[in-house]
C-alpha cells in the first residue's frame, strides 16, 4: 500500500514540464517536480520517491530525504508558530512540517527543539507531527530482549531519568545515575535493553548488558595498561564517573565490572592512586 509519509520506488510513466509523472498506483499519477528528477532518468524507469503534500496540499514526491519519517520520531527545530494553527517544524523537506494546537503538549517558541512523531491526520489524510507521543507509541507487550542493541531518541526528563523512546515504539527509561553527563531531548543513541519489568517498564543503558559489555571494555582497559607499561592508571572507586566515560566510553558501573574481572584474572593490581598491570612476586 502506497502511503504518505513513506519511501516508495514507483515506475516513471512520462515527462511532462513541470515534471515526471510517477505510477502511485491506486492514489493515481504523482508529481516528481523537475529540480528533483535525478539526471539520466526517463520514462519506464523505476525510482525512490518519499511522498508529501506541497504547500496545494497535493500529493507530491520528492529524492530528499526528510530527518523522520511516517511512525518515527525526532527532535526537530520550530521554524515557526502561527497563533490558533500550531507550531512549524524543520524535518528537512522545503514545506515545513505542521504540529497542530491538538497536538502540541506545550507550545514552543521558534528556534525551540521538540520532540515529535510524524503521523497522519485521520480527517485530512495530510502528514503531520505530535509532541503527545503517548497517544501513538505502543501499548502491546514489549518483545526485546535483554542485552538487545535498539535506537533510543530521548525525549524527557523526569527526577529519576530520561525516557527514550525505543526503536520509535516503546517507551523506556535511561537512569541519571548511570549517566555521566545530562542528555537533551531529540538526542538519538545507540542503546540497550538492560531490564524488561513484568508491567512492562523497559529499563535502558547505553552500555551492553552482560559478557558482550564486559569482554571489550577488559580489552580496552587492559590496552590502556599495556600503553602505560609500568605506570600507574589513575581509576578507582572514587573517580568521577564523567572522567571513566571520557577515557573509556563506558559508564562507572560497566568500568568497576571489566575491572574486576581483570582482577580475578590476576592480569591488573590495585596501588594507592588506582591500578596497573599484575606484577609477579
Same mark, same amino acid.
Given at each position: 500500500m502506497i502511503l504518505p509519509g513513506k519511501k516508495h520506488t514507483l515506475c516513471v510513466l512520462r515527462e511532462a514540464s513541470p515534471g515526471l509523472y510517477l505510477d502511485g498506483l491506486e492514489l493515481g499519477d504523482i508529481l516528481l517536480p523537475g529540480k528533483y528528477i535525478p539526471k539520466g532518468i526517463a520514462p519506464g524507469d523505476s525510482l525512490e520517491v518519499f511522498l508529501h503534500h506541497d504547500s496545494e496540499d497535493r500529493l507530491v514526491a520528492t529524492t530528499q530525504t526528510p530527518h523522520a519519517l511516517l511512525g518515527q520520531v525526532a527532535g526537530f527545530e520550530v521554524v515557526g508558530v502561527r497563533p490558533g494553527i500550531g507550531a512549524f517544524l524543520d524535518w528537512g523537506l522545503e514545506k515545513d512540517l505542521l504540529v497542530p494546537l491538538r497536538e502540541q503538549s506545550r507550545h514552543p517558541n521558534v528556534g &525551540?527543539?521538540? =520532540?515529535?512523531?510524524?503521523?497522519?491526520?485521520? =480527517?485530512?489524510? #495530510? @502528514?503531520?507531527?505530535t509532541m503527545r507521543l503517548h497517544r501513538h507509541l505502543h501499548k502491546t507487550e514489549p518483545k526485546y530482549e535483554e542485552g538487545q542493541a535498539v535506537d533510543l531518541v530521548v525525549a524527557e526528563e523526569t527526577d529519576l531519568g530520561y525516557k527514550a523512546v525505543i526503536n520509535h515504539t516503546h517507551w523506556g527509561l535511561l537512569y541519571k545515575s548511570e549517566m555521566a553527563s545530562a542528555l537533551v531531548p531529540g538526542d538519538e543513541m545507540l542503546g540497550y535493553v538492560r531490564l524488561v519489568r513484568p508491567d512492562?517498564?523497559?529499563? @535502558?543503558?547505553?552500555? /551492553?548488558?552482560?559478557?558482550? #559489555?564486559? #569482554?571489550?571494555?577488559?580489552?580496552?582497559?587492559?590496552?590502556?595498561? &599495556? &600503553? /602505560?607499561?609500568?605506570?600507574? %592508571?589513575?581509576?578507582?572507586?572514587?573517580?568521577?564517573?564523567? %572522567?571513566i566515560r571520557e577515557r573509556f566510553g563506558a559508564s562507572k558501573k560497566a568500568f568497576k565490572q571489566a575491572l574486576g574481572k581483570l582482577l580475578r584474572q590476576r592480569r591488573v593490581e590495585f596501588v594507592e592512586g588506582g591500578f596497573r598491570r599484575f606484577r609477579k612476586l
Open positions: &525551540e527543539w521538540v =520532540v515529535a512523531m510524524v503521523v497522519l491526520d485521520e =480527517v485530512s489524510g #495530510r @502528514l503531520m507531527g512492562g517498564k523497559i529499563d @535502558l543503558s547505553l552500555d /551492553a548488558s552482560g559478557y558482550a #559489555r564486559v #569482554r571489550p571494555l577488559a580489552d580496552q582497559i587492559m590496552a590502556a595498561v &599495556e &600503553e /602505560a607499561g609500568e605506570g600507574i %592508571l589513575p581509576f578507582g572507586d572514587k573517580t568521577d564517573p564523567a %572522567l
